[in-house]
């Protein structure tokens, strides 16, 4: 019993030396934590961006698409305008017609054009022709001098006959003894008709009308020889004061190639000979010329700086005895 008081005082004097805590107790609050840190040299804590080479490259992939996709849309924007611009260009005449300086519908003058009517082409060539007076370059007139109105706005039915009709009409009020005329060619107004203006009008522009107007006289003189078988055109141009028909003969050889010679005669002639243009002479002068089938000839040369075609070698020569 002893004992175990005895151990029992031993272990309770043991506990009872442990010092007995503090009254005092503190606690940790941020304005505290921000004290403490100023007395040790710190500071307040801040926001920090934080950049790299990873966020750099995206911010300049995103720019560099950016720039692509603007580009992109500027030139979609450009082409519709411009499919725009051409759709209106060539659709406004269509629906509001075209009009020419003096508000008139050139598309229905146009339509109501005869067989010689005159092309907008050939329009426009007059339209840099100077007016001139027709002079006959025959010495010798004709037996018969006719005249021939190319076709403007029908104003009447005669307007709209053909060529073939209005020359066939003019050689029946001619002399039946008559074998030999010159034709002069007039617009509507009664002013001389400049030679690349006939040729369009009957489709016969066997030569360049650009050739023509820069190296020939607008004035030209056109005759007709009448034989038991028909009647023969032909038509004789003047070269320009100072240019040479030796320089111009390569150029004046493209007649042969033209589809446009059968347009020269007045009806039908069949189809030329297979052998195509020969040596021949007229009027002791070389000459070319094209035979038909039907035994037709289509001759053209040059007679003292005046280039002369003919449908007839019998019309040619009687041209050349008056020329």
Known sequence: MDNLQGGVSAGYTAVSSIPAPSSEFKIRTLASDVRSMTASGGGLPQ????????????????SSAKSRKSVVIIFSVILVVAALGAAAYYLYPRFLGEKDESGADVRGSMESQGALGTKPEVREAQSIIPSFEHLSFFRAPAQETLTLFLSGPAASASDLWTYGQKITSLLNSA??????????????????????AFFEAIDGAVLDPQFVLTNFNPDFTYFMYRDQFGSWPG?????KSGQNWLFLSEDVSQI??????????LGFIGKPRTDGFVDDTAGGQPVRTLLFEGGTSFTYGWFRGYLIMSTSKDGLREALGRF
Not at 47 to 62: K, L
């Open 235 to 239: 038509y004789i141009l003047e070269l």
């Open 175 to 196: 002399n039946r003894a008559s074998t030999f005329f010159e034709i002069t060619i007039r617009n509507q107004d009664g002013s001389a008709a400049p030679v690349t």
């Open 256 to 265: 042969e190639i033209s589809p446009k010679i059968s347009n020269l005669f």
């Open 47 to 62: 926001a920090v961006r934080v950049t790299g080479p990873f966020f750099a490259g995206a911010q300049e992939g995103a």
